[in-house]
């Protein structure tokens, strides 16, 4: 099992940034990519970025290309996503993710999620 902890979301105006903190224990070394997820209400939980643990390849939806960075601090199994220039639109429950990226992140662990709002 791998637990995950998320914590960093919370209320922010449209352009702000916040750091969204996602730290792994239990059986960390079964899963060799994590990641972040979100869902908005009434929508389908949505893939948002992924980092390899052995490479620190990274990979990114296209709504957050330039604007989102998922970063690892390998001694604290800890993985964080930069949010910037923040839009109403990414106002989501963001959840972490372990498991795998094969093309498509194949999750084993969720966390409990954190929510973000940010305001127009």
């Known amino acids: 099992q791998v637990q995950l902890v998320e914590s960093g979301g919370g209320l922010v105006q449209a352009g702000g940034s916040l750091r969204l903190s996602c730290a792994a224990s239990g059986r960390t070394f079964s899963s060799s990519a994590m990641g972040w997820f979100r869902q908005a209400p009434g929508e389908e939980r949505q893939f948002v970025a992924a980092i390899n643990w052995s490479s620190g390849n990274t990979y990114y939806a296209d709504s957050v290309k330039g604007r989102f960075t998922i970063s690892r601090e390998d001694a604290k199994n800890t993985v964080y996503l930069q949010m910037n220039s923040l839009k109403p639109e990414d106002t989501a429950a963001y959840y972490c993710?372990?498991?795998?990226?094969?093309?498509?992140?194949?999750?084993?662990?969720w966390g409990q999620g954190t929510p973000v709002t940010v305001s127009s």
């Open positions: 993710a372990a498991g795998a990226y094969l093309g498509t992140f194949l999750v084993r662990f």
